[in-house]
């Protein structure tokens, strides 16, 4: 479909991506969460106008989106939509960030120039072992790379730049999409699924070449609130109850060896505090509840209840309240009922020569959210690795893999028609 003296521009254009500090934070109270994403995105904007897409714009909210006509005859070839996200973990800086291209990969570990410490592990790497002779990007050691998720707008633009320059390449209506703040778990707050008007979507923001991932976990964010009695330390017997010490006696009773990040994969779901704050009379424990089923977050919810119960029998003097929101859940109830989506897909990898793999990932991504809120979106590999770190990683043939893979999906909505 992409002929081999095509010039590619993913790697250019994801260059120049990661030059821009697009950290995005939890804390904020405005959205975008920072204005330097919308830095990007005003620089995204005149890329895709300059070619050719004069629909392409920013709304105040910092989500960038623009059309690729289509330019067959068929009338009923579904509008499909593909979308990144513009903002980079905020565990991380995303300032300066330095890349470097280590060509004619050689197999070994990749120890990061700025800090020597910073080793790119194969055994920490199994995915290193195939690309012996491949250029891979990381920075310097400094920062994070921001493939996650530049890596997916340069393959997306990269895309769009192929099918307006090649017009023998029949395809429908193409949606394109880069949303703000996907980190922080806000990347479709403000979403108009209406006004994108596409049937179906991808996101372009998984990790291994030719993985296409259609199933979450189902999260929910769990918060505990322990309220003790406030009294000078000095005048305190008998009258004093630290709620710290209420949080401390719970926290000991949470599973060790299990439902934890640290001791599960795969399908095993985790109840996972990760924030805790407060003094003596108020003590707050911040959970992440995730599990691939609806069952079995309740079953976690109900596990943390018992031992909040549990714990404040000791505490007769004290009280808690347990809150409980829900997230987002598992996508794959929605895309159980639009076969049509993953085949596709799947199709599209085989026909470039990959073998598809489809299955989960220990997270969510905006698709988890799409997909319930009406546009059916499973994700499908960018070639992001490590990411979140100082580790991460590409692979600049991974990413023309998923240039090709964005171009014959279209291709097959078109043919298929």
């Not at 969460?33 to 890329?47: C, F, H, N, P, R």
């Not at 790119?120 to 400094?142: F, Q, S």
């Not at 097959?412 to 028609?417: D, F, K, Q, S, V």
Request: glycine share 8%; proline share 5%; hydrophobic share 35%.
């Amino acid at each position: 479909m992409i002929p081999s003296d095509y010039q590619y521009t993913c790697l250019s254009r994801f260059l120049k991506y990661v030059s821009y500090d697009t950290q995005s934070d939890e804390h904020s109270e405005t959205f975008p969460s920072t204005g330097k994403q919308k830095i990007l995105g005003a620089d995204l904007v005149s890329e895709l106008r300059t070619l050719g897409l004069h629909d392409a714009e920013m709304d105040a909210y910092g989500y960038v989106t623009a059309t690729i006509p289509a330019n067959t005859d068929k009338q009923d070839v579904p509008v499909i939509g593909f979308i990144a996200h513009m903002d980079t973990s905020p565990d991380v800086s995303g300032a300066d960030v330095r890349p470097i291209l280590h060509e004619q990969y050689n197999g070994k570990d990749i120890v990061l120039p700025a800090d020597d410490r910073i080793v790119i592990t194969v055994a920490d790497n199994p995915a290193l072992a195939g690309k012996v002779g491949e250029t891979i990007i990381t920075a310097d050691g400094r920062t994070l790379l921001g493939a996650d998720n530049k890596a997916g707008i340069a393959e997306i633009f990269d895309a769009a730049h192929f099918l307006l320059t090649h017009p023998e390449v029949r395809h429908g209506t193409i949606r394109i999409c880069i949303t703000p703040d996907e980190e922080i778990g806000q990347g479709t707050k403000y979403f108009d699924v209406e006004k994108f008007a596409a049937t179906y979507a991808y996101t372009v923001d998984g990790e291994k070449l030719g993985t296409i991932e259609n199933e979450t976990f189902c999260a929910d964010s769990l918060t505990v609130t322990f309220e003790g009695v406030s009294i000078h330390p000095g005048f305190a017997k008998g009258k004093l109850l630290n709620s710290v010490k209420i949080a401390a006696r719970f926290l000991e009773k949470l599973p060790q060896d299990s439902l934890s990040p640290e001791t599960t994969e795969q399908q095993e779901g985790y109840v996972h505090p990760h924030g805790i704050s407060g003094g003596v009379e108020q003590t707050t424990v911040k959970f992440l509840l995730r599990a691939f089923t609806t069952e079995e977050l309740r079953e976690q919810e109900a596990l943390i209840r018992r031992l909040v119960d549990e714990t404040m029998k000791d505490f007769p003097a004290g009280s808690v309240s347990v809150t409980v929101e829900e997230s987002y859940r598992n996508m794959r109830y929605v895309l159980d009922k639009h076969p049509d989506v993953l085949e596709i897909a799947s199709e599209a990898m085989k026909r470039i020569g990959l073998t598809p793999r489809i299955g989960s990932i220990r997270g969510g991504t905006d698709g988890a959210r799409l997909s319930y809120m009406g546009l059916p979106c499973p994700n499908i590999f960018a070639g992001e690795h490590s990411f979140h770190s100082k580790r991460e990683w590409a692979s600049v043939q991974d990413m023309e893999k998923a240039v090709q893979t964005i171009v014959m999906i279209a291709a097959l909505y078109e043919e298929r028609a």
